[in-house]
């Protein structure tokens, strides 16, 4: 942008700054969201549960599916190229 663009937009500045903030904690909250480590985590601690007999089978498995769909979903996320996976 030239000089006298730049001119003309500047009382405009405090919106691009804001949609610019904005925009960043939008990422941060599709990264947490979309981040696959925390359903990983919870579906090891539910096995836990499920080996120390503190859940039944029939828990177990409504739990697992909800879990397993929840990874589908981030899986298709970053699938279409709306955030990097994470390694």
Known sequence: ????????L????????VTWVMDRALEAAEDAYYDPA???KELA???????AGNIDEE???RREDELLDR???IREFRQ????RPRD
């Open 38 to 40: 925390p359903v990983h």
């Open 80 to 83: 279409e190229g709306r955030i």
């Open 59 to 61: 828990t177990f498995d």
């Open 71 to 73: 990874l589908d979903e």
């Open 45 to 51: 601690e539910l096995e836990a549960e499920l080996l």
């Open 1 to 8: 942008m030239g000089l006298f663009t730049e001119i003309l």
């Open 10 to 17: 500047l009382p405009f500045a405090p919106v691009r700054g």
